[in-house]
Structures are given as structure tokens and as C-alpha cells.
């Protein structure tokens, strides 16, 4: 059974979701010594721990995006999309498993 929306904020659920997918498709690109240098500049945060990185790596994924209160946050399966009680998981490029378990810190791309 589906259900209706509540309020605005559930109404920005498609759009929040084409704008973090389409950011995933981008960083989703880039070879992963690349990848590291861009989070470490969106992000402004450093990757010295597995929760370092995947904060980091949420907040490059958010970066200048107006997600209308949805927050983003990890889920086994990818990245999750959220608010209140709804929530749609995203599939993630294999660069940001590596990325999330510190394969660019390994070869010399810590940022």
C-alpha cells in the first residue's frame, strides 16, 4: 500500500533523489585517487577512521545540494535517503567501498 504525502518535505523526495543520485553518478566516475582528493576538499574533513571517511564522503555526496530535510546516511546496501519514517537506499559505485574502507589511504592518496 502507498502512502501520501504528509507534508512539503516529502514532496522533494524525487527531486532529492535525482540530485543525490546524479552527485553519486559523478563522483562515481572519477578514479579512486581522484574520489579522495575531492572528498577531502568538499568535505573538509580528514580520513583517518573507517566513521571519518564515511562521514566524510556523506558530506561530499550532500555537498551544495538542498536535500529539504532528507538526510543521508549509510545503509548495508548503499546510501540511504531519509526522513521520519520514509526512506530509499541508493546503489554506490565500488569507488566509494574502497574509498569507505581506506584503499586510497593505503596507496599514498590521503588527503
Known amino acids: 500500500m502507498s502512502t501520501l504525502p504528509h507534508d512539503l518535505t516529502d514532496l522533494y523526495l524525487a527531486p532529492v533523489l535525482l540530485a543525490v543520485q546524479a552527485r553519486i553518478e559523478e563522483l562515481g566516475a572519477l ?59 541508493l546503489g554506490v559505485p565500488k569507488t566509494f567501498a574502497d574509498f569507505r574502507v581506506g584503499l586510497a589511504r593505503r596507496f599514498g592518496t590521503a588527503v
Do not use: F, N, Q
Not at 57 to 85: A, F, N, P, Q
Open 31 to 89: 578514479p579512486l585517487p581522484d574520489l579522495a582528493i575531492r572528498i577531502g576538499l568538499d568535505s573538509d574533513l580528514a580520513d583517518w577512521t573507517p566513521t571519518m571517511r564515511d562521514d566524510a564522503l556523506l558530506r561530499t555526496v550532500g555537498h551544495l545540494l538542498d536535500l529539504h530535510d532528507w538526510e543521508l546516511s549509510w545503509d548495508r546496501y548503499g546510501l540511504k535517503v531519509s526522513h521520519d519514517t520514509h526512506s530509499v537506499v
